[in-house]
């Protein structure tokens, strides 16, 4: 997550400069005013584009909390990995999402700043090896203190404990918002794999294809796909069952046993292991973030391991 792109403050400032001397243009043939009338849209428009900038610059020169760092390092395990130059990055893409994203509780659920963090490390550490990137969809968060189900209602029957929309806001529910941290290890985390639900949506929805993917690559990572739910299904997978049950639900099953087990997808699933660290930029064994010139998804598909 980076402070500001060049490119939106480019357009911000082209934009402030076409409208604003247009309007001065205006002032200066049909009012009293004269160009000066264009000064209005240049600062409203100025104001309005860098405001989110100006809120992440700020941010960026503080430090987050002992308290924040401390459950960092006791919970993520990229966290761990990361150089101190990582960890400050990190830090700070923590503070950017405490900050723009909205976390309400459903049913007198009260929000703590565990639950905030826990879901603001998950998209932490999804973006780290992408700091252009900037996690699709809402910036909306609901907690549920129970399972629900497709109606968004509790019952005996509900069995979900996350749920992500392209749209709407991303739900969880408390104990497994607090489940997927404790054991940071097991490879089963709710948060990593809600918010790598939100990667795989396009027009058509949720296909288990990235929507970040290069085309060309496709066809290859679908293959991929098919032959670790074969896998998966016989028993022979380090995955759990639930990623057979749709090629949606394979990817991110996949990036909860990324981030959580590296090591252990590395020695099983190996030619996955390197399409996912060529999709995130990102060894999370070591936190070495790849140069952008360093190998490919398309590389990794075909065999090549990219440098690290």
Do not use: C
């Amino acid at each position: 997550m980076r402070v500001a792109r060049r490119s939106s403050l480019i357009t911000t400032g082209l934009l402030a400069l076409i409208i604003g001397g247009g309007v001065g243009l205006i002032g200066h043939e049909a009012t009293s005013v004269g160009p000066g009338l264009g000064l209005v849209p240049v600062v409203v428009i100025l104001l309005v584009g860098l405001r989110r900038p100006w809120r992440r610059w700020r941010l960026a020169q503080q430090e987050l909390s002992p308290e924040r760092r401390r459950w960092l390092q006791a919970h993520v395990p990229l966290y761990r990995a990361l150089d101190e130059e990582g960890r400050a990055r990190f830090d700070r893409d923590v503070q950017f999402v405490l900050d723009e994203y909205s976390f309400e509780g459903v049913q007198d659920v009260a929000v703590t700043d565990t639950l905030r963090l826990s879901v603001a490390a998950g998209i932490a550490a999804l973006l780290h090896g992408r700091p252009s990137w900037e996690l699709p969809g809402s910036q909306s968060v609901l907690f549920y203190p129970e399972r629900f189900d497709e109606t968004y209602h509790e019952n005996v029957t509900a069995s979900y404990d996350g749920m992500a929309h392209q749209q709407g806001p991303i739900i969880f529910t408390v104990l497994a918002v607090q489940k997927s941290w404790d054991d940071p290890g097991d490879g089963n985390n709710v948060v990593l794999h809600e918010l790598a639900h939100l990667f795989d949506f396009d027009n058509e929805g949720a296909d288990g294809v990235p929507s970040l993917v290069d085309p060309v690559s496709a066809p290859d990572w679908q293959s991929l796909v098919r032959e670790e739910m074969r896998r998966v299904r016989r028993g022979r997978s380090l995955l759990r069952p639930y990623a057979a049950e749709a090629p949606s639900e394979f990817f991110a099953v996949a990036v909860e046993h990324f981030f959580e087990q590296p090591d252990a997808m590395a020695r099983q699933h190996d030619e996955l292991f390197r399409a996912l660290v060529s999709f995130f930029r990102l060894d999370p064994r070591s936190g070495t973030v790849l140069d952008p010139s360093e190998g490919s998804l398309a590389d990794a598909l075909e065999g090549e391991a990219p440098a690290t």
